[in-house]
């Protein structure tokens, strides 16, 4: 039954948009943690989306998984505060390279696309439900 | 010779391409932040069309018993998958327009309905015609 495959890609697509959501709220909390884990500013963390086939499925029915978590290449952000102990000899502290006005318009989009796919998911199983009321 | 099952087919074969069409649309809501993902669709009256023509001895796909067996032409499944030609092209190379497949979802959920109501109809048409008159 085709119509089942339809759980499955819009489930997969939730599973990746909530990892999505995952990382913009890492991000966002960790918007101003000047020393990480190792030692060095915290990096904005950026998901990977990737189109992949589903079992049993046609050709087109693709799902979606998170490929890589990846780290943002931008510079860090340098702030002059000579008093602040993480400063370097010429005084400006290395701030996380987090962008809130991007991580912001993530969290919005990803909380969309999330809707969408529920939305998708509920017309499905309202067709299901019209199939099994054949006959009736 | 009026079969039932002939009668039901037609409706059928609609029913299958149209969850099957169901299926590509929810890949393409799915895969809408996917990178280089592009849109899919296939066109309803070709696909339509072809699943009729090939209902005459083909009809039924051969069973398959081992790996190496080959899978019958036609059915359900084997429609001709294209690309949607994109109206606003994203920075990621998406093609997938939100707005354009939730109109076709709408559309593809409503044609289902439409198509199971005309088949429940057309079961209850038999059943008034199985019940005996006494």
Request: hydrophobic share 40%; proline share 3%.
């Amino acid at each position: 039954m085709s119509l089942f495959n339809v759980f499955h890609i819009s489930s997969s697509a939730m599973t990746a948009q909530s990892m999505r959501l995952n990382a913009v709220a890492s991000n966002l909390a960790n918007a101003d943690s000047i020393v990480s884990s190792d030692g060095k500013p915290y990096r904005a963390k950026q998901v990977v989306f990737e189109a992949i086939p589903v079992a049993g499925g046609n050709e087109g029915a693709r799902g979606v998984r998170v490929r890589q978590v990846v780290e943002d290449a931008a510079p860090p952000r340098l702030v002059y505060d000579p008093k602040n102990p993480a400063a370097d000899e010429k005084g400006y502290v290395a701030f996380p390279n987090v962008n809130v006005v991007e991580e912001m318009t993530n969290m919005i989009s990803a909380s969309r696309s999330y809707q969408s796919n529920v939305e998708v998911m509920n017309t499905a199983k309202s067709m299901m439900m019209r199939t099994l009321q054949i006959g009736q | 010779m009026h079969s039932i099952a002939a009668d039901l087919s037609l409706l059928s074969t609609a029913i299958g391409l149209r969850a099957e069409r169901h299926q590509v649309l929810a890949a393409n809501v799915a895969n809408a932040d996917t990178p280089q993902y592009k849109a899919r669709d296939f066109d309803f009256r070709a696909a339509m069309s072809q699943a009729m023509a090939g209902r005459g001895a083909g009809a039924l796909s051969l069973t398959t018993t081992t790996a190496g067996h080959l899978k019958s032409a036609g059915g359900s499944s084997q429609v001709n998958l294209a690309y949607r030609s994109e109206t606003q092209s994203a920075v990621d190379g998406n093609t997938v327009d939100m707005d354009v497949e939730r109109g076709q979802m709408a559309e593809n959920a409503l044609q289902y309905d439409v198509l199971t109501r005309l088949m429940s109809d057309k079961i209850q048409g038999l059943k008034a015609a199985l019940i005996t008159q006494s």
